[in-house]
Structure formats: C-alpha cells, structure tokens
C-alpha cells in the first residue's frame, strides 16, 4: 500500500509550508494590527515584558511534545498498537498535570515575578499582572495541544497539527479586530485564550484515541511513579532556549523609546520564514530521522539530514538578501500606518538588517536539532543550550550600553552562530556524518549565487523602475527569479527534490 503524500518527507514538508504560509500569513496580519492599533507605545512594551515569560512556556511545550515523545514513540515496536497507544496514554496525563503544575506555580509567584521583570515600577504593575495571569491560563491546554500534535506527527499524519495552528491566528486576527476598542491591549491574551480552546477541540476530534481510553488505558501507580531523566533534562534545554526573549526584553530600561518594540517586529519579520520553511523541514524530517536512528540505518540517517540541509539553505539564503536589502520597503508595506511611522521603520528596519545575518544559522541549527534529539545527545544538547544562552546574556550587558537595542541584535546573531556550529560539532562526533563540509560548500554556492542574482536586478532595476516601492516588489520579484534561474541552470540538487515532489504527487 502506498502511503499517503502527505505522510512522506517531501510531502509533509510542502503540506506545512503551504498551511504554515497561511497561517503565519494571518499571524502577520495580527501583527500588522499590533502596529496599527498600538504602533512602538510603552503600553506595548509592557504587554511585551509581561506575555514574555508565558509565551517561553508556550513554545516550550510544545518543543517538548516533540522532542521528548516522538523519540520514545518510535522506539516502540510499529506492530505493538496497544503499547503505543498506551503510551501516548501515560504521555497525556503526564503533559496535562505538568501544564496545571505550571499554571499553579505561576499564578502563586505573579506578582513579585512581574515586580521583578518591570524592574520595581508601579506604573503599569496592574495591567501587566492581568495579562500574565490570562497567558497562563492556557498553559495546561498548550500542553494537551503538545502531545496530541506530537502523537499525530510520530504517525506521520501532518495535517491536523498544522490546521490547528491556523485556528488560532484566525481566531485571534477575528477579535483582535472586533474588540480592541472595547478592551485595549488586554484584548491580546484574551483572544490567545479563546483561539487554545478551539485548537484543543479540534486536536481531540482527530485522534484515534477517544475520551473512554484516556481513562481506560489510565494506570496509577504511586509507587513506581517516576519522571524519566530525559523528560526533565528536555524540559530544562527548552526552557534556556527560550530565555531569549527574556535576557531582550529584560533591557527595556536601557534602550531607546520603542526599542523592544521594534526589536520584537524585527524579530517577528525574521522569525515568518523559519515559522514557515525552517519549523516545516525540521518537522517533517524529524519523525524519519529518529526511525533511521532507531532502526540503525546509518546511510538513510545521513542522507535525508544533508538533504534537509541543502532543502533549507536553498530557500534561506535568498531570503536572507531580500531581507537584509529589501527589508526597509518591506516593512514600510507591513507596518507602516495609523501608529507606526517612518521614524519607526527606520529602526525595525536597521534592527532587521542585524537580524537576517542569522537566518541560516538559526535555521539550519531548526534541523540539527531534531537530528540531536533523534541520536539521543540529550545532554551535550543540554550544555550546547547553557553556554549558548550564557553568550548571548554576557553580549547583552556589553553591547547594549554602546549599541542599544542593536546591540540585542547583535547578540543575538553570534549565538545563532554558536549554537548552529556547536550542533554540527555534537552530530559529527556522535554518528560520523560529514555534515559540516555540506553546509560550508552548499553556503557559499548558494551566497555567490544570490550576489549575483542581485546585482543584475540592481542593473536593470535602477535603469528601467523609477517607482521606489514598485522597485522593490519587482526586485524582489525578479531577484527570486534569477535565484531559482540559476539553481535550475546548474542542476542544483533541489531539483531532484522538486522532481521527487511531482513524481509523488503524480503516482498519488
């Protein structure tokens, strides 16, 4: 029997890039929104400041579902039906009491925490404290969300994961605009509460697992209850990991008025790309490479890394120059109306410069991480992510009193950077794969490759477009056209992925 399209590496790779785009499509418009009702206000900062932490914990889950489940899933043998599902049994109960425990332990600790990350000031402590604690709230069902899209995934069924994603930014876009009016800024975690809780419906109505197994196959045994070393060892990497947003935002005092705001729609603008492409490669790719780990096919393990690999680079690298050259007049599209102006373009724009230096670094690491998590280099992942979070606090404090908020950027590239080569570096100690050659020849192939596409669309364009904004629709435009001209001309190895693709979609 031939499996489903959508089941394959390739095919899950376009189904969640092509819902990602929606739906990150829709996220974009919430964040167009941002800009047009709040604009770089200090009011927005503080909702920045207070949603950080829960929004750590958010992502983190749902990292967690992934990073610890689907591993362990596979380890189990594919005929042994019972045990798996027991499994994800066990898996549910443990993620929905670790997301009320979470939930408990914040709301106990809200106000001095708040306190603490308002740096004392009593301005804003109240309206900062409801938005943390309405954040929270969804945190136990962020964890039911975890582990049921994690379930789906080691299945390789891609779909519902990836359609629940989108309920939320609709559900959020939806009143956003309806009510913001009403309810200010508080509308933002209010919305993120009532998308959850939609996402979550629609998760269970999709599992072959009903209500009555949840309970059915539920075994308690106090005795013998027990975290696994490597549950608490993921939860504690993913938590640095997130730290980001806290070691920024934690600046808010010493940088430029609307500083972490424009930083936050820099950030947003770079993350659209890897939410899309990078998260979907690394995804789709993850399930396949801990079954070739688990079944030790060392060859298969190589080969679709490096694919995923060359696959990334391809799509990064162009848009690392769109960005980086292109990106003033991008935002300016985006962003620029009611509250946000020039001024504010001007300085998202300098901070998105900074920012997609890193792009294929960060996600080119998206997929060496799952490779990490497949092999089972849990704590070497653990020390990678400590030093790496180190870095960027120790470059916070030097670079921000000079650099300000560019120096947050700054940071933050030379820890992408670190964590992508101290990846490679933990990969090829670990199983031997010649990865690290494969990045550098495809990188500075494809970097050539790009200069030259956009120095030719710079030729024609400031020759024949007068139009600054139609200059850079049609240079982005016509950049990617040359881009992709080029890879086709020389028979780059994507065009056997894309040939893959159709051949697959064809048989289907």
């Known amino acids: ?98 997301g009320i425990l979470l939930f408990i332990v914040l709301l106990g600790v809200s106000s001095p925490l708040i306190n603490f990350l308002l740096d004392g000031s009593n301005k804003h402590f109240e309206l900062a404290l409801l938005i943390f604690r309405l954040f ?68 269970f109505s999709k599992i072959d697992v009903s209500l009555s197994d949840l309970f059915n196959h539920l075994k308690i045994d106090v005795k013998r209850f027990s975290i696994p070393g490597p ?54 790719i993850f399930p396949k490479l801990s079954e070739n780990f688990a079944t030790h096919s060392s060859d298969s393990l190589q080969t ?3 694919l995923s690999l060359k696959f990334n680079l391809a799509i990064f690298v162009p848009i690392t ?57 849990i704590k070497k992942l653990l020390w990678l992510t400590l030093f790496g979070l180190l870095l960027k606090v120790v470059l916070n404090f030097i670079l921000v009193k000079e650099l300000k908020q560019s120096g947050l950027a700054i940071s933050t590239v030379i820890s992408y950077m670190f964590f992508f080569i101290g990846a490679i570096y933990i990969i090829e100690r670990a199983v031997k794969i010649k990865s690290k050659s494969t990045f550098i020849k495809e990188s500075i192939l494809l970097i050539m490759n790009g200069a030259l596409a956009f120095f030719l669309t710079k030729f024609l364009i400031e020759r024949f477009i007068f139009l600054p904004i139609l200059s850079a629709l049609i240079g982005v435009t016509f950049f990617l056209m040359l881009f992709y001209f080029n890879i086709i001309y020389i028979r780059h190895s994507i065009i056997q992925i894309l040939k893959s693709l159709i051949q697959q979609f064809i048989v289907k």
């Open 1 to 98: 029997m031939k499996r489903q399209f959508s089941s394959t590496v390739i095919g899950a790779t376009f189904l969640i890039s092509a819902t990602g785009l929606v739906s990150k499509g829709v996220g974009f418009i919430r964040e167009v929104l941002y800009a047009n009702y709040f604009g770089l206000r200090s009011q927005f900062d503080i909702y920045l400041v207070s949603a950080a932490l829960p929004m750590i914990i958010s992502s983190m889950l749902l990292y967690l579902g992934q990073n610890y489940f689907i591993p362990s899933f596979n380890r189990i043998d594919q005929s042994e039906n019972l045990k798996r599902k027991q499994f994800f049994v066990k898996s549910f109960w443990s993620y929905l009491t670790f």
């Open 136 to 203: 929270i709230i969804t945190l136990p069902l962020t964890a039911i969300v975890s582990i049921i899209s994690a379930y789906q995934q080691a299945n390789f069924h891609y779909k519902a994961p990836a359609y629940a994603q989108l309920i939320v930014n609709i559900t959020l876009v939806v009143i956003l605009f309806l009510f913001n009016k009403n309810f200010g800024i508080v509308i933002i975690p209010i919305a993120s509460l009532a998308g959850t809780v939609l996402q979550t419906i629609y998760l």
């Open 321 to 377: 120059f769109i960005l980086f050259f292109y990106g003033d007049e991008i935002i300016r599209i985006l962003f620029e109306r009611g509250n946000f102006n020039q001024a504010n373009s001007i300085m998202t724009f300098k901070l998105t410069k900074i920012l997609a230096l890193s792009l294929i670094f960060y996600s080119s690491y998206n997929v060496a991480n799952k490779l990490i998590y497949s092999i089972s280099q």
């Open 231 to 284: 549950f608490l060892t993921i939860i504690i990497i993913e938590f640095i990991g997130q730290l980001y947003i806290i070691s920024d935002r934690y600046f808010v005092n010493q940088v430029d008025t609307g500083g972490i705001s424009a930083l936050n729609y820099s950030i947003n603008l770079i993350l659209l790309p890897i939410s899309i492409f990078s998260i979907a490669i690394s995804t789709a």
């Open 304 to 306: 679709n890394f490096n």
